[in-house]
């Protein structure tokens, strides 16, 4: 049996979550998974590009995030875009509805992986949008630096 993947190694990233919005947040929430769903993320087979996190029925629910189907599995198999539940403590849970009920505030996901001990975590982000003058500022500060970076390796 292999080891797990420390905490550097995401199985997915939501790369688009941090150019459309502003995190002010981060949070470290577990996720209630099938066994079909842990296998195929150790499979490395997931998408949370265009998934958001959802407060209803009483906690903070995934919504959106694709986990194809694990193939050995067959018909004891997972649905791919299911709501999965989010596992937060119940004082992160009433701060998050809090924060996210106001105006222009909503909760992503930034990154799924495996902790230390092995088990799927999902680091979710307080975030506000941005507007799009914002986001060609960020365009052009990643330009600037990516220009500077060259100009030090080439002239020293």
Request: glycine share 8%; no cysteine; aromatic share 8%.
């Amino acid at each position: 049996m292999s080891k797990p993947k420390s905490e550097t190694a995401p199985v997915a990233v939501n790369r688009r979550a941090r150019f459309d919005y502003e995190i002010e947040e981060t949070f470290e929430a577990g996720l209630m998974l099938m066994g079909s769903e842990v296998k195929s993320l150790r499979e490395g087979r997931a998408n949370i590009a265009e998934s958001y996190v959802s407060a209803e029925r009483e906690g903070l629910w995934l919504i959106n995030a694709d986990i194809p189907p694990y193939g050995p599995a067959n018909r004891f198999n997972h649905e791919p875009k299911r709501h999965r539940k989010l596992l937060l403590k119940a004082k992160e849970i009433a701060r998050l509805t809090g924060a996210s009920t106001q105006q222009g505030r909503t909760i992503v996901a930034l990154r799924l992986y495996f902790n230390g001990r092995g088990l799927a975590k999902l680091q979710i982000g307080l975030a506000t949008g941005k507007k799009t003058v914002d986001k060609r500022q960020t365009i052009k500060d990643r330009e600037w630096n990516k220009q500077k970076s060259r100009l030090m390796k080439n002239y020293g």
